[in-house]
């Protein structure tokens, strides 16, 4: 395959550190069907609630942009281990997307009018595609996978789900391990293809501006149909702000790791809390 243009017009080049140990990546069926999932899942609070959805809704149409992206670049990935990884990472996203599908018609049926915002999502998303080089997209896929992976370590550290419905704790914990597992694979694809620094740093801008943007987006969509003033919503998210401060602690963290030029996922050794919570689920009292 030819050289992409990015590779001329940003010569800089990310550190190369020692090629990982590549761990086990395999995928496996969402544990949960949703059927008793309530409106108010989170605390029983429609914001705590949407801000959660808001992002929710966009796996199915993201996740599917993450494989695309990855995969043009398949043929190019000489190196035995990571061909195999990327295999798992499109097994797990895969079903990522179905169990998020199968979660966006659970919120039909709870009578949300979701597909204006979702067919809107698909169509921009779709336009951003075609006119971002494939050298962009994989960089953007590496950036958004580093912001999965910090929201998913802060479900198994900080206690984040903890008043979570049962059901929909056990689909995004399982969902947070499998991130987990898979989130050095685009970074290390994206490395070996075109390890421009300046290509990766451009990846995050598009990646911060495009999951920001569309996820406060998805929030105000399921919001307004529950017919919350902004009072209420003002007022109830200064309270989470306190508690939880998601941009401080996924998107501020998240850049300020990024942009350093040794970054690496791998930086982080969070990947035992993805062994745990398999090893704990695989535990016979734990299917008795």
């Known amino acids: 395959m030819a050289a992409s ?3 001329e017009t940003i010569p800089e080049t990310m550190p190369s550190p020692a090629a990982p140990t590549r761990r086990p990546i395999t995928p496996r069926k969402s544990p949960v069907a949703m059927d008793d999932v309530p409106k108010h ?3 029983d609070n429609p914001v705590a609630t949407h801000i959660a959805n808001g992002v929710n809704m966009l ?11 990855v995969n043009h670049y398949l043929d190019e990935i000489t190196d035995p281990d990571l061909r195999a990884a990327v295999k798992g990472f499109f097994g797990q996203e895969g079903r990522h997307a179905k169990a998020h599908d199968d979660y966006n018609q659970h919120l039909r049926d709870q009578g949300y009018q979701i597909d204006g915002f979702l067919k809107a999502f698909d169509r921009i998303s779709r336009i951003l595609e075609k006119t971002a080089p494939p050298a962009v997209r994989l960089a953007a896929t590496a950036a958004a996978e580093h912001y999965t992976a910090i929201m998913a370590e802060g479900a198994f550290t900080r ?11 056990a689909l995004l914990l399982w969902h947070a391990a499998e991130e987990i597992e898979h989130k050095a694979v685009a970074f290390d694809v994206l490395r070996q ?3 421009s620094y300046a290509l990766r740093l451009i990846g995050l801008g598009y990646a911060t501006f495009t999951l920001t943007g569309f996820w406060i987006a998805g929030a105000i969509t399921l919001l307004r149909q529950d017919g919350l ?13 306190r508690e939880d401060p998601i941009a401080k602690r996924v998107f501020w963290r998240g850049i300020r790791e990024y942009v350093r030029k040794d970054f690496h996922p791998d930086d982080q050794d969070t990947y035992h809390l993805a062994r745990d919570h ?3 689920a695989q535990a016979p009292e734990a299917s008795a």
Request: aromatic share 14%.
């Open 5 to 7: 243009p990015m590779t």
């Open 41 to 43: 899942w989170f605390a």
């Open 59 to 69: 796996f199915p149409i993201g996740e599917r942009f993450f494989v695309r992206s």
């Open 159 to 169: 206690g984040v789900l903890d008043h979570a419905h049962p059901t929909m704790r």
């Open 193 to 195: 293809v075109n390890p």
């Open 229 to 241: 003033s902004w009072k209420q919503i003002r007022a109830e998210l200064k309270a989470l702000k």
């Open 278 to 280: 398999f090893a704990a």
